[in-house]
């Protein structure tokens, strides 16, 4: 079965801070790596792509460590706002057949 | 843009009474259909994963005659909780790839909330 671990949290931390996450997976023919944000009782949404060269999206930088298997999101100046539950998603795919597996995600809360 | 359409958001029933939670994927053909529940305060967990027409695939634990799946169509996808019991209550939500092999973008319904008396 495919795993996928993720910092259990939670994380409180104060505005402005820097905040990483990290997300292991048991695959090494994972193919591709995201980001979601899910706020209580909503669907999640997507943050971004984790690409192998790393990425940045303002405050948000993603990077995929392939070696070591895991990839990681990293928050600048964290607002009020970020806080929320951040999930991690591996998609493996191949003939015929599509694997998505969740990291169980880590909650952030940003205090004022 | 590609949306998936679930309803209804919130369903309160009583036991022993069945639920059916429908997605539709707008301006997108969804050949994959994920489905999921969320307990409270836990992380998504994939129930079952359906193709367009060919049976689902559920996951170990998850009882195929209690939770049916129905994907006849390239744009709809239905979760059946058949005899609801308290302990179904629950977050569930779908979500479909764009492309049947995309690993580009999930698209998630809004999830239904479904209480059981």
């Known amino acids: 079965r495919k795993e996928v671990e993720q910092d259990p949290g939670p994380f409180n931390v104060p505005e402005g801070a820097t905040v990483a996450f990290n997300c292991t997976y048991s695959?090494?023919?994972?193919?591709?790596f995201f980001w979601y944000r899910q706020d209580c009782r909503k669907e999640p949404k997507l943050l971004m792509s984790?690409?192998?060269s790393g990425n940045e999206d303002g405050r948000f930088t993603a990077q995929l460590n392939r070696a070591s298997q895991y990839i990681s999101l990293l928050i600048r100046d964290s607002k009020l706002s970020d806080s929320a539950t951040y999930l991690c998603?591996?998609?493996?795919?191949?003939?015929?057949?599509?694997?998505?597996?969740f990291g169980k995600g880590t909650k952030l809360s940003v205090i004022p | 843009g590609a949306v998936v359409s679930q309803h209804p958001s919130r369903v309160i029933c009583k036991s022993g009474t069945s639920v059916k939670i429908e997605c539709r994927s707008l301006?997108?053909?969804?050949?994959?259909m994920f489905w999921y529940r969320q307990f409270p305060k836990q992380s998504l967990m994939l129930m079952a994963t359906?193709?367009?027409?060919?049976?689902?695939?559920?996951e170990q634990g998850v009882e195929k005659d209690k939770f049916l799946i129905n994907h006849a169509s390239l744009t709809l996808s239905t979760l059946t909780v058949t005899s609801a019991h308290p302990e179904d209550s629950s977050f569930y939500i779908c979500?479909?790839?764009?492309?049947?092999?995309?690993?580009?973008?999930?698209?998630f319904g809004s999830g239904t909330q479904l209480s059981v008396l």
């Open positions: 979500s479909a790839p764009l492309g049947r092999y995309s690993n580009e973008k999930l698209f």
């Open positions: 695959d090494s023919a994972s193919q591709s």
């Open positions: 984790v690409y192998s």
């Open positions: 998603v591996v998609i493996l795919t191949g003939a015929g057949s599509y694997q998505l597996t």
């Open positions: 301006d997108f053909q969804a050949t994959t």
């Open positions: 359906s193709n367009e027409g060919s049976k689902a695939t559920y």
